[in-house]
């Protein structure tokens, strides 16, 4: 009989299937040559512990990463990641379909680059409009549990399996009771998505902007004056606080004539271009060395930074005493 495609197979094939999904492009690594040392037997394990739904998530390893501010990421193993792979294949196709189209963020064919080049056309667009742009104070912190496996439960709720592994990878972990998703789980940029397409439902039908767009927990609305972007900013604000448990971050909740262009996902952006801010062009220049240049010279910095790549290169690995 074929497993229902519409439920969470949780059988050693489908296991295994995540497990080649997962370990697809990865660097080889310690932790993951020890998973799959005993691979067979280790995979096994796992399926009948879904099945049984006697699997208990592990704890995280935390690292901190410091660029314009600070990020708490939390690993999970090797076992629990292929456990996410499972769950992200099953849940992908249910959710994906019904997310805005202005939503860039971890989806298939969209990213950074093509939400710039968006947000471009959108200014040249508009550019008699105003815009609302701003951010989430500490999102992923502050993502209301129960709140999620509501959501979840809209559209997997007939499915028992998949709704108790879901409860259990999002109990693995929290920042206060019931508040709090990993950054570093794969899964957790899937249930951003799923968690903020309830504002973008609200922006589109209810605030009704000329143009919307979303990476992650940044976004930017377009509106006719600047009055309306006031009241949309407001009423948006109100929403994310009493139905969404969340703030909007005080720092970037700016509204400006489009035609001044904005700071948008780590870029200076206006009608005719995109161009790496200056603290990210900072980083870049002091990262620089022979084996980043390639990756770093596909970014859009500005021209003056990148006509001085290359004599930042001779700075750092040539002794210019000898040569003069």
Not at 38 to 51: K, R
Not at 146 to 156: F, M, N
Not at 184 to 189: I, V
């Amino acid at each position: 009989m074929t497993p229902d495609k519409d439920y969470l197979r949780v059988d050693y094939r489908a296991v295994y299937a995540a497990w080649l999904a997962f370990r697809k492009g990865k660097h080889p690594s310690l932790t993951i040559d020890r998973f799959a040392y005993n691979l067979e037997a280790d995979l096994a394990q796992l399926a009948d512990e879904l099945a049984r739904r006697t699997y208990k998530h592990g704890g995280y390893q935390k690292i901190i990463v410091r660029e314009k501010k600070r990020r708490d990421l939390a690993v999970a193993s090797v076992r629990d990641r292929v456990v996410h792979r499972l769950m992200y294949d099953y849940l992908l196709p249910k959710f994906d379909p019904s997310f805005d189209p202005d939503v860039w963020s971890c989806r298939k064919d969209k990213g950074l680059h093509k939400c710039l080049v968006r947000t471009q056309q959108l200014l040249q667009k508009h550019q008699t409009d105003y815009v609302w742009r701003a951010d989430i104070t500490k999102f992923f912190d502050f993502v209301d549990q129960r709140l999620l496996l509501d959501c979840l439960s809209r559209r997997v709720g007939r499915d028992t399996t998949a709704m108790w592994l879901c409860r259990e990878v999002i109990d693995s972990y929290s920042v206060q009771p019931g508040r709090g998703i990993p950054i570093g789980n794969l899964t957790s940029q899937l249930f951003a998505n799923i968690y903020l397409h309830e504002f973008d439902r609200f922006v589109r039908h209810k605030l009704k902007p000329r143009a919307y767009v979303r990476y992650g927990d940044d976004f930017i609305l377009f509106y006719s004056t600047r009055r309306q972007t006031y009241d949309a900013r407001d009423i948006a604000a109100a929403f994310l606080a009493d139905h969404m448990k969340l703030t909007v971050n005080s720092k970037n909740n700016i509204v400006l004539a489009a035609s001044r262009g904005l700071k948008f996902l780590g870029h200076s952006v206006t009608a005719d271009s995109a161009e790496v801010d200056v603290y990210t062009t900072k980083r870049v220049l002091q990262r620089l060395d022979w084996h980043n240049t390639s990756s770093y010279r596909a970014l859009p910095l500005a021209k003056t930074a990148r006509d001085g790549l290359d004599w930042i290169l001779l700075e750092k690995h040539v002794d210019i005493d000898y040569l003069i």
